[in-house]
């Protein structure tokens, strides 16, 4: 098999990694020597690179057809798989298709066949539906967080995309959830488990916070003001909440972003761009962000509402302590109420008045250029630091779309730096640049 497959230790350097962690050299290796993987790992420990890493072995530079499906439970997370692959730099195209986007969009992407697939159940299933491509070529099928998709009702589109891919020779499922049974759909044999769930040494800590009051908002801004300038993310149950606790916080000056289902996706996209670039310390978020989106090193989660079961609990834990870090889950209760009995007495965490935090010092600019535009990072360090005279320390995270870029900048460059950077050229584009 000719292979465009370049070095792990070239793509691993792409990626900021240096070195395979025990659970993605042990997964590897598994689905490199077997058929049937199923790989159990709390939520980030990096999974996502445990599977990339032998998919791409299996690839055939020489075969113009699509050769791999991954299946996703949200779109969120198949956006995150796709920079991922794009990050690695392996000259292989690749694709995302989910609901919620124009399938006339992906229609006209899928044009030029891209070597590996990422999608939605349900999207995936019509796609394969109309015959839109052609499936004899594909020979390996991810199934990433089976158990969601599993959970919120795709069980049927997930069966039917297993019938339609006649030739699949290698299957690999990952899961962050313990003990979820194996529909037998998915017709495996004698998979090998890799399964990481119980030796996870991470440090999380979990701690009530009281209310003297049902309305726990004030509650909240003194543990936000306790907290500093921490990155973390409330939990909350319901958007009509998100939207009363986002207005209270604003009325306090403290930064945050939204992300819950009822948001359209470019606006979920963004709170996750200002999220993971510092323009916002703190996410509000329905459980759409327990798992299966890409977010900084967590410090802290707040269960604003208790969730309703156990599994749910664990996720959002699950997104701070990870990968042997330190991190704090604080139970927000009302000192009447109950917790459930799945959750132990934790111990009760004093609050401390303290100022509420400084505004971000960061702040997100939108540039309309792109990768097809044939932008690279590199383009736009130079337009800000040459034609805006930013310095470096003013410049954080550059994050590079296919039509557009987001960008972090000190907020006090903009008055003087955003006019003349705005309607420049880059490469053979004249871009708008404002801030969001």
Known sequence: MESNFKSQAEILKKLGITKLNPMQEEAKLAIMASKETILLSPTGTGKTVAFLLP???????????????????????????????????????????????????????????????????????????????????????????????????????????????????????????????????????????????????????????????????????????????????????????????????????????????????????????????????????????????????????????????EEEFTHRNGRTARMNSNGTAFILKYEGDKLPPFMDDYPIQKILNAPLPKPSAWCTLFISGGRKDKISKGDIAGLLFKQGKMDRDSVGAIELKVDCAFVAVKKDTLDFSLPLINNQRLKKKKVRVYEI
């Not at 158990?147 to 290698?170: A, C, H, T, Y």
């Not at 916070?209 to 939990?235: C, N, R, W, Y």
């Not at 670039?277 to 962000?289: E, F, P, Y």
């Open 55 to 309: 998919l791409l072995n299996e690839l055939d530079i020489a075969n113009e057809e699509i050769q791999a499906i991954i299946i996703v439970p949200s779109r969120e997370l198949a956006i995150q798989i796709e920079q991922v692959l794009r990050e690695m730099g392996t000259g292989y195209k690749v694709n995302c298709v989910y609901g919620g986007r124009p399938a006339s969009k992906d229609r006209l992407e899928l044009v030029h066949r891209p070597a590996v697939l990422i999608g939605t159940p349900g999207r995936i299933a019509d796609h394969l539906r109309r015959e839109e491509f052609f499936t004899g070529a594909i020979k390996t099928l991810v199934l990433d967080e089976y158990d969601k998709s599993l959970e919120i009702g795709f069980e049927g589109e997930m069966s039917e995309i297993i019938e339609m891919l006649p030739n699949v020779e290698k299957k690999i499922m990952t899961s962050a959830t313990i003990g979820v049974r194996m529909p037998a759909f998915l017709g495996l044999e004698n998979p090998i488990t890799i399964d990481y769930l119980d030796g996870n040494e991470t440090q999380l800590k979990i701690k009530q916070v009281i209310s003297p009051s049902k309305d726990k908002l004030e509650t909240l801004v003194k543990l936000m003001a306790s907290l500093g300038h921490q990155h973390g993310i409330i939990f909350c149950n319901f958007k009509d909440t998100i939207n009363r606790v986002s207005d209270y916080l604003t009325e306090h000056n403290i930064s945050h972003g939204a992300f819950y289902g009822g948001l359209e996706q470019k606006d979920r996209e963004r709170s996750l761009i200002k999220f993971r670039n510092g323009t916002h310390k703190i996410l509000l978020a329905t459980d759409l962000a327990a798992r299966g989106i890409d977010v900084p090193e967590l410090d802290f989660i707040v269960h604003y509402h208790l969730p309703t079961r």
